[in-house]
């Protein structure tokens, strides 16, 4: 099972905390507004985010100096901090938040087709073979 990270519908950028903590860095309130337009595009598209955690998003260069040069380092872990509880608050206003594992149940219990490289299709349980289209 596959859980693509989220991004912004229409733009295709990243939408998770990793980049929000790079905007952050320069302006909080720029990387609020743009985690706030995200979450409205997704709902108006009946997408829900899957909304990535990176360890370096509540670290600083202080608990981690061989990982300073990743963006956004040089922020306080308490500034951090403070926006993801922000960034959370704004998604559970609009979405459920719950773990990567009941994530994959729910989608798991849906019945969507899987599709595998060879062509293979499995929807409710049952596996067949569909033709691809195309040179093979």
Avoid: C, N
Wanted: net charge positive; glycine share 10%.
């Amino acid at each position: 099972l596959e859980l693509p990270v989220s991004t912004v519908p229409l733009l295709r950028t990243p939408l998770h905390m990793s980049y929000l903590q790079a905007l952050g860095a320069t302006s909080p309130s720029v990387a609020d507004g743009y985690l706030r337009f995200g979450l409205r595009l997704l709902r108006a598209r009946g997408v829900p985010p899957s909304f990535l955690l990176h360890p370096t998003d509540l670290l600083d260069a202080r608990d981690a100096p061989r990982l300073a040069f990743f963006p956004g380092m040089a922020r306080r872990w308490t500034d951090k901090l403070e926006q993801l509880r922000g960034a959370v608050a704004s998604l559970a206003a609009g979405f459920d938040v719950i773990p990567l594992g009941e994530a994959a149940r729910r989608i798991g219990d849906a019945d969507l087709p899987v599709r595998t490289p060879g062509g293979t299709v499995r929807r409710g349980g049952a596996w067949r073979a569909v033709r691809r289209s195309g040179p093979t």
